[in-house]
């Protein structure tokens, strides 16, 4: 029998599918995914799902407020599958590694490959962080705490892809990635503070 959260056979979006608890457990496991990039992903959700909640009671303050959740939504269900990709991806790697000695561009490849969904992440990240910023500044004044976490949420989700995208790519010192993670990071908004 499989165990919940490994590839194959449940779908694609089987951490999705599991009770809190246990993917926190698969999180702290000694398995190799899911990882860093799976918790960056659940991160950027969480602070899209958070934005989706501001903006809808926020139609007062924002006339645009419906379109806001509306879109924070649509990014929340673009990002969280994310994670099992990321997950999935990384499992690539460590196939790529365990294999006898070869091609050292077959470890290349699967480290180029891996560096694909986190850097997905980051785009998204910084896509919530903006909106994220914008509800706290000018949403429902009552829900500005929700608004700075969820700030806060995407910001971090959005840099520790980053992060994992350089170290994927750090033997590429070419990769076109690499000076989009610095654009996106030059670009991410401030946090706003509480």
């Known amino acids: 029998m499989r165990e919940p959260g490994a590839s194959g056979g449940h779908g694609e979006s089987c951490y ?20 860093g990039g799976a918790a960056a992903a659940l991160g950027v959700a969480l602070a899209a799902s958070l934005c989706a909640m501001t903006a809808r009671r926020s139609g007062r303050q924002l006339p645009e407020a419906a379109g806001l959740a509306a879109e924070a939504g649509r ?3 673009l990002v969280a599958p994310l994670a099992q990709a990321d997950a999935e991806a990384y499992r690539a790697v460590i196939a790529a ?8 561009a077959d ?13 997905r992440i980051a785009e998204i990240g910084a896509q919530v962080a903006a ?22 949420l995407a910001g971090a989700g959005t840099r520790s892809a980053c992060a ?13 990635r690499l000076a ?11 946090a706003p503070s509480g």
């Open 16 to 35: 999705l599918d599991l009770p809190l608890r246990t993917f926190l457990g698969l999180l702290a496991s000694d398995r190799p995914a899911p990882a």
């Open 180 to 190: 989009r993670v610095t654009r996106l990071l030059a670009a991410l908004p401030p």
């Open 97 to 104: 590694r365990r294999r006898p000695p070869g091609p050292p």
């Open 131 to 152: 909106l994220a910023a914008r509800l706290a500044a000018h949403g429902h004044p009552d829900l500005r705490g929700d608004a700075v976490a969820a700030a806060l």
């Open 107 to 119: 470890l290349a490849a699967a480290l180029s490959g891996a560096a694909d969904v986190p850097m």
């Open 75 to 77: 990014l929340a269900d």
């Open 164 to 176: 994992l995208v350089r170290i994927n790519l750090a033997a590429a010192r070419s990769d076109e």
